[in-house]
C-alpha cells in the first residue's frame, strides 16, 4: 500500500489526489500497527519516514489542486526524486537485514544454552593498562530436554553483540538492530541436559578476530542436536563486544596488544596479491617464503595468539575442576579429559596450536584461519585435524577461477601433518561465509563480504563435515562424509587428506 499511494501521490492530482491521500492514510496506519505490536523497526525506518510524509504531500495536494507556479513545480519535482530514493531504500533495507526462520538443527536432541564468565586469576588482563586478570566468557550449547510450551532464545543469545558487530562494521547505530531480538532459534536457556547412558563428547569453539562467540550458532545447535556438548569462549578485547561478569562492556581494541589496526586499500590489496602469489607458486620452498613472511610482517598475530591458546586450556582446566559453577548441571554428563577443538579463522588457528601442543586435544578443525603461532612454520601435528578452506580462485582474474589452487594458504600444516590430516575446500567460499554473517546481513555481499555461495550451502557443508569428522575421530564412526564410499559433493572443489587408514577408525 506505501508503493501504492507513492505511485498515486506522482500522478495528476485533479483525477487521482484522493486516491493518493486514501492509500497514504492506509500506508501510515499500518507502520503505526507495526510500530505498536513490536515488530522489526530498524530497518523498516525508512519506510516509516517515508508512510509519514506521504500523508501530509496527499494532503496538500489534495487540498490545493490549482496548478501552483514554477517554485511549486520544482519543489514537486525535488519530492518525485527524494521519495522514489526513500522507497528504494525502503525495499534495500529489510532485504539487506531480513528476520528470517534460521535452519533447524536436524539431530535428535533439543538444544539447550546456558553462559558463564570465568576469571583466570594467575594471568593479567594485557589489553589494558589496569591491574585486570585474563577475564572470559564462555557460552555452551548442549543436548537438552526441551518442554513443549518452552520459549526460544533470540538467534544470537545476546542479540547486542551482533548489533554492535554489525553496526561498528557498517556504520550504522545500534537502534537499527532491534530487529534482533524477534529473530528467534532453536536453543532455550537453561534446560536440563539429557541423560545419554555415558559421557557426552565436549567440543571447545573459538570465534575469528574481531568476531563474536555466537558468530556459527547453526554449527552449534547442530552439534548439540546430535549429542555433543559444545563450548564456545569470548576472547575480551579481540571480539566485536563482550558483557563481563560485573557488567562491564568491553569493545573490540587489539590496537594495545596485537599492534593491529584497520588496513588501508593498499594493504588489502597487497594481501590479496600474496594470496595470489602463494596460491600460484613454482614450488612448495617458494609457497612456504610467501607464507611465512606474510606471517612475519604481523609479529603481534604470532605472539598473540598465545593468549588465546592459553584461554583455551584454562577452560580446559576449568572444566576438568567443575570449577564454574554455572556449568555444574552439566559436569556429570560430559567429558573433560579430552576435547574436540575448532575455531574460525583467529579461532582456527588457536585451535591448530593447542592441538598441536596439548594432549588433551582429541581432534581439531581449523575454519579458514592462517596458522599463525610460535611455530617457526615447523607444524608435525599428530592428532586428527582438518582444515577448512575458502576459494582462494575468487581472488583471481575471472578467467582463472573455479578450481583448487596449487597451494593453499596452509597447505603447511596439510604437508607436515604426522597424524589424519584433511583438507576440504568450498567452491564460491570467501573467508567470512564461515559465519552465519550471510544470513544476518545478506546486503554486506555487496561489498565482497561474502562469496557466491548461498548461505544455505555453507550451512549444510559445515554441518556435514565438522559433524562428520568429529564423529569420526571423537566418537569413533564414520558417517556419510568420511566414509568409505563418501559421494562427490559438487559444491566442495576439493577435498583430500593424508595419512589416513581408510579401513580404520584413528582415535587415541
Known sequence: MLFVALVLSFLPKARFARAAFLASGIAFAGFVAISTFGTPRGPLVPGAILALILPFVTFARLEYPKPGNWRRGTVFGIYIVLSSLLAVISVVMPLGFPVFNPPAPSGAYGVGYMRAVIVDDARAEAATDDADRRELVVQVWYPGKVPIDADPLPFIPDPEQAAHLMGDNLGLPLEFFDYLEDIKGHSFSGVNIVSSGGTLPTLVFSHGFGSIGAQNVLLMEHLASNGYVVFSIEHPYQAAWVRLGDGREVSFDPTKQFRARPDTPEETQALIDTIVRM?????????????????????????????????????????????IPEFSDLYSKIRTDRFGVFGMSYGGAAAGMVCLNDSRCQAGINMDGLQFGEHNMEFPISRPFMIMNSDQSLFKETASRGGPVRFKTNEFVYLQATGPIYSLTVGDAQHMNYSDFAYLMPIAAQFDMFGPVSPDTMNRIMNTYVLGFFDKYIKGHAGSAFGHAAPRDPDILEFIHRNVDEGKIVSE
Open 279 to 323: 596460491a600460484d607458486a613454482e614450488d612448495y620452498e617458494a609457497y612456504l617464503k610467501e607464507v611465512s613472511a606474510l606471517m612475519t610482517n604481523q609479529p603481534g598475530f604470532i605472539t598473540g595468539l598465545q593468549v588465546w591458546v592459553e584461554d583455551t586450556e584454562f577452560l580446559f582446566d576449568q572444566l576438568q575442576a567443575e570449577a
